[in-house]
């Protein structure tokens, strides 16, 4: 009887064991159908996750379609000549669809009327002085042909063209030598003459937004202490290098986008490249680059505007090349002379557009002024 008993319970273990494998494998399989099937988890979730994305990407495109159109509409506006309101940095799009960047307080000049990239974007703030957009990378002319300008400190050859040999990329590469050079200081160096608040950051952010602005007239003087104008008024010549850079740099204070400063090297030759490219013909062999002072003596010396021929103007910027030699933060390595000037003046005829000069820390005189740069932050 013990023995029969035995039997009988394994025999009931036997039958739950068989029973409990079937009864898991009913329920893997409706798990893996749960999972797997046309509307299993598995598929729904991947269902979901490529809704989910096609209505991002949707939204996305809706709100690019949207900001395009307050773009257009603040291009518009700005195309008018009507003043910025908005707080944010304004986008402005111009015939052939070159973009430039409207700092807040400003608006695009009124006059001259062309108001297009390639010809020279002029604007202006709230008194009046204005500055010229110089653009970096990609531009169209007005054939629609696509021509590039990088931001570099350019040397030229006596024929007016790049020097490539010699043009450099970085703030301390030396541009001639061995001994004594050019290079832009950092804010870090030690140096006896002023130089720029930050080159590096100007490099960065010309190169973030596309372009950087120059003062549209050599500096004008003002009634007020340690300000500039870029008016139409008397030259600020007879100034120092540090006196100068402390009047373009104090132009705009305090501001979160954007940064008034005194003309660096990458500015003054970019700036001359852009008016090779984009500027026409001029006199010696048509390029600006060898463009010597039309005013040559002292009488016509101050003047902003030549009428006809005697016009210093290319791409609405006056006399990078006329009136006056204009200090820049560049440095030359000899201590003695550090302080460099660009350009050409009334009472040097031989001295070019593309030229540099140095001279000693204190030095002023009639023949020396100023111009300031603005990039955005």
């Not at 399989?29 to 809704?51: D, F, H, Y």
């Not at 054939?143 to 020097?163: H, M, P, Q």
């Not at 301390?172 to 160096?189: H, V």
Request: charged letters at 30%; a negative charge; glycine letters at 8%.
């Amino acid at each position: 009887m013990k023995q029969k008993l035995k039997i009988g319970k394994q025999g009931i273990t036997l039958i739950a064991l068989i029973i409990t494998i079937i009864v898991l494998l009913i329920l893997s399989g409706v798990s893996i159908a749960m999972l797997t099937g046309e509307n299993g988890i598995l598929t729904r979730a991947q269902t979901a996750k490529t809704e989910t994305e096609e209505a991002q990407k949707d939204e996305n495109e809706k709100l690019q379609e949207l900001e395009d159109e307050i773009n257009e509409i603040d291009t518009v506006i700005l195309k008018q000549g009507e003043k910025a309101t908005k707080t944010q940095k304004n986008n402005y799009i111009d015939t052939y669809g070159n973009k430039a960047t409207i700092p807040e307080g400003f608006k695009v000049s009124e006059n001259p009327i062309e108001d297009d990239i390639n010809e020279g974007l002029v604007i202006e703030d709230d008194k009046g002085n204005e500055f010229v957009w110089i653009p970096v990378g990609k531009i169209k002319d007005s054939e629609g042909k696509t021509k590039t300008i990088e931001l570099k400190r350019y040397v030229f050859n006596d024929a007016g063209e790049i020097d490539d040999e010699h043009t450099q990329i970085n703030p301390s590469d030396k541009m001639f030598g061995p001994e004594n050079y050019y290079i832009e200081a950092k804010k870090d160096e030690i140096t006896v003459n002023a130089h720029a608040k930050d080159i590096e950051k100007f490099i960065s952010n010309v190169k973030r937004f596309g372009g950087y602005y120059i003062g549209r007239y050599e500096a004008r003087k003002s009634n007020e202490e340690k300000t500039t104008e870029i008016k139409t008024d008397s030259v600020d010549n007879n100034i120092t290098q540090k006196e100068a850079s402390e009047k373009a740099a104090g132009m705009y204070i305090d501001r979160n986008d954007y940064e008034s400063d005194l003309m660096n090297q990458y500015a003054w030759t970019t700036a001359i490249v852009f008016i090779q490219e984009f500027g026409g013909v001029v006199e010696n062999e048509g390029k600006y680059s060898l463009q010597t002072s039309k005013n040559t003596s002292f009488e016509e010396f101050g003047t902003y505007q030549k009428d006809g021929e005697n016009c210093d103007c290319k791409c609405n910027i006056y006399d990078m090349a006329s009136n006056c030699r204009e200090w820049s933060t560049t440095t030359w390595t000899e201590n003695g002379w550090p302080c460099v000037v660009m350009g050409g003046d009334f009472d040097h005829a031989t001295v070019k557009c593309g030229g540099r000069n140095y001279t000693y820390l204190d030095y002023k005189n009639k023949e020396y002024s100023f111009r300031p740069i603005l990039y955005l932050k």
